[in-house]
């Protein structure tokens, strides 16, 4: 099923930045796409930045989130619109967080987000049918970025 991104999404900052500076208005997987432009903000802005800034950083966007999303989806009259990708965003930053520096972590943290993401093993299968509103469409994703950084954690600290 394509994405049909609403106009708003051009017009409304809030919608905007929901559609994840219009990354969410991909034609097909939005989703991903969503995660790839979290991908150069994670390079040019985040991974510098100390353990507790970042940690301060991911509660902030998650809190802007699930405004962001609520308001959106509410907007829009549909839950969880497949161009609402924030979420996306938070949950990669939170997949990446404490990741050792180098491109194969960033790849892999951006494979190992999606999977989580796409497959929802339990809870987040649960989450995201039953919670809803900006919390439920957030929650689901943190979820999935927390399960990816203990992947990515254990596999950098006992594979790689």
């Known amino acids: 099923m394509a994405n049909s991104a609403p106009a708003s999404v051009w017009r409304n900052p809030i919608h905007f930045l929901a559609f994840g ?21 994670y390079l040019w802005l985040l991974q510098d930045l100390t353990n507790i800034e970042y940690f301060v950083m991911l509660v ?7 405004y962001l999303c609520g308001k959106t989806s509410k907007d829009l009259g549909v839950h969880d619109h497949s161009g609402i990708v924030w979420d996306e965003f938070v949950g990669y930053w939170i997949t990446m967080w404490l990741a050792p520096a ?11 987000f999606r999977l989580f993401d796409i497959l929802k093993p ?5 989450i995201d049918k039953n919670v809803h509103g900006g919390f439920g469409i957030m929650v689901d994703d943190i979820l999935a970025g927390a399960m990816s950084l203990v992947v990515l954690q254990a596999l950098a600290h006992f594979v790689f």
Do not use: H, R
């Open 102 to 112: 180098g491109w194969e972590y960033i790849a892999l943290g951006f494979v190992l």
């Open 60 to 66: 902030v966007t998650s809190l802007v989130g699930f």
């Open 122 to 126: 339990w809870p987040i299968s649960w």
């Open 21 to 41: 500076l219009g990354s969410g208005a991909a034609p097909k997987a939005p989703g991903t796409f969503g995660t790839l432009a979290a991908v150069p903000i």
